[in-house]
């Protein structure tokens, strides 16, 4: 039976293109908790002279208009942290419940505090982080995808978000569409076949953490900081950074994404037994457990070697190639 879809959808501000306000809330200073009913206003007057091509009305509703959603689907806007993205927001909710008969609880407006083009530190410290957590809290929510087929839309907005939500596409195996302005059709990206090696990235986490605790570093700072690093591995990990400045990396959309998603503070909970008799055995089976364990950390290497056992409800969780099973469930984000 097929599902109903659920779209992530990235907003901007084409809805308000030609509004006498739209300049003057463009300007900093404005932010979310400003009042924008008389902007709204004048987006809603705007709207109703459209009505008849929907699809010119925005970005967003020209990719919408194109998915063939139904009263039983979710939309869920990204607004960015200022107050036109609010109005903007507000606008869309509006639209989307009107033209395709969706109930209020269906559409749903995220608020994703420090994505916003005016504070360079605030984006890069808090508005990306956000973006990534609040996507991820609907890829892994087991209730919503066995009820909808998620599907992401970065058509709107930022054009800077669109890497972060196309490789949460790619490493939770979502799709995603986009559609350029006023053009006819809708590109769909299909779910790729990302594969994620812990081994290369645990390596290069400390590297990762330093660039997150100062910004930036020197290039040979980076590489002096990856586990075990030889010079021939230098394309393995390039990936994880981008020149800024005079020989100065930062994190990418890459690392960004998946610092993102690893729970840094988080420790498997496994019985005191299990760790007093395996503390030390250095057999083989007990070698791939404990690996199996300090990987089992990670919610998308977990996710990646996950497999179905009928008659149970339980995660289980395998490496490739290897006889070892670990089982298990997750609360409160711990396995």
Not at 32 to 53: H, N
Not at 231 to 256: C, H, R, W, Y
Request: glycine share 4%.
């Amino acid at each position: 039976m097929q599902k109903d879809k659920c779209v992530i959808c990235t907003i901007g501000t084409s809805i308000a293109n030609g509004c006498e306000l739209q300049h003057e809330y463009f300007k900093p200073g404005y932010g979310w908790e400003e009042d924008t009913k008389e902007f709204e206003r004048q987006i809603s007057q705007r709207v109703a002279g459209l009505q008849q091509d929907v699809r010119r009305v925005s970005a967003e509703m020209n990719s919408l208009e194109r998915l063939d959603l139904t009263p039983a689907s979710k939309v869920i806007l990204l607004a960015t942290d200022n107050a036109a993205s609010k109005a903007c927001a507000n606008g869309l909710k509006k639209l989307i419940e009107q033209h395709f008969s969706l109930a209020d609880k269906n559409v749903e407006i995220k608020r994703i505090k420090g994505l916003q083009v005016h504070d360079v530190k605030a984006l890069k410290e808090q508005g990306f982080r956000e973006l990534v957590t609040t996507v991820l809290s609907y890829l892994t929510d087991d209730a919503l995808n066995y009820q909808y087929e998620v599907i992401l839309n970065p058509t709107g907005g930022y054009k800077g978000v669109m890497p972060f939500l196309t490789l949460l596409g790619m490493l939770y195996g979502k799709s995603s569409v986009y559609i350029f302005e006023h053009a006819e059709q809708l590109i769909s990206l299909p779910p790729l076949p990302f594969s994620f090696d812990i081994e290369i990235y645990n390596r290069v986490v400390p590297a990762l953490k330093r660039i997150d605790e100062q910004t930036a570093i020197s290039e040979q700072e980076y590489y002096a900081c990856i586990i075990n690093y030889t010079e021939q591995e230098k394309p393995l990990f390039t990936s994880f950074i981008e020149p800024i400045g005079d020989n100065m990396v930062t994190i990418s959309s890459l690392a960004e994404v998946l610092l993102s998603i690893e729970n840094r503070d988080a420790s498997p909970i496994v019985s005191q037994n299990i760790i007093q008799e395996y503390q030390s055995d250095n057999t083989q089976p007990a070698l791939a457990l404990k690996r199996l364990i300090k990987n089992s950390v990670n919610p998308l290497w977990r996710k990646q070697h996950s497999e179905k056992w009928h008659q149970t409800d339980l995660i289980v969780i395998k490496q490739n190639a290897t006889a070892e099973r670990l089982a298990g469930f997750v609360k409160d984000n711990v396995f």
